[in-house]
């Protein structure tokens, strides 16, 4: 399984991105995406994942009522919409998909990351 983020960008606060992962390879129904960042100086964060069945959802606090999570499973697809972007949001954000229901941490596959800049 291969995963390629993009849609990242530079934008001002209070503007939106959506952030694009595609997947090759096998992704099977069980499995699960989810987004995590990275901001400058700071560990790895969980961001929010869904199932790649169902499409049941779960964020992080941080983000739950500004972003949100999709997927198209004829694409092949994830989305991370990101909505009134603060600067604290910038970071590189990665995507991954893990076998099993959704969880924080634990996933097997990663893509190499797109980068989002809020500038103030």
């Known amino acids: 399984v291969q995963l390629q983020a993009s849609g990242g960008g530079l934008v001002q606060a209070g503007g939106s991105l959506r952030l694009s992962c595609t997947v090759s390879?096998?992704?099977?129904?069980?499995?699960?995406l989810g987004w995590f960042r990275q901001a400058p100086g700071a560990e790895r964060a969980f961001v929010a994942a869904?199932?790649?069945?169902?499409?049941?959802?779960y964020y992080a606090d941080s983000v739950k009522d500004r972003f949100t999570i999709s997927r198209d499973r004829v694409k092949n697809t994830g989305y991370l919409q990101v909505n009134n972007l603060k600067p604290e949001d910038t970071a590189i954000y990665y995507c991954?998909?893990?076998?099993?229901?959704?969880?924080?941490?634990?996933?097997?596959?990663w893509g190499q990351g797109t980068l989002v800049t809020v500038s103030s």
């Open positions: 991954a998909t893990r076998r099993g229901g959704i969880t924080t941490d634990l996933y097997d596959y």
């Open positions: 390879g096998l992704i099977f129904s069980s499995h699960t």
């Open positions: 869904v199932t790649w069945s169902g499409g049941a959802t």
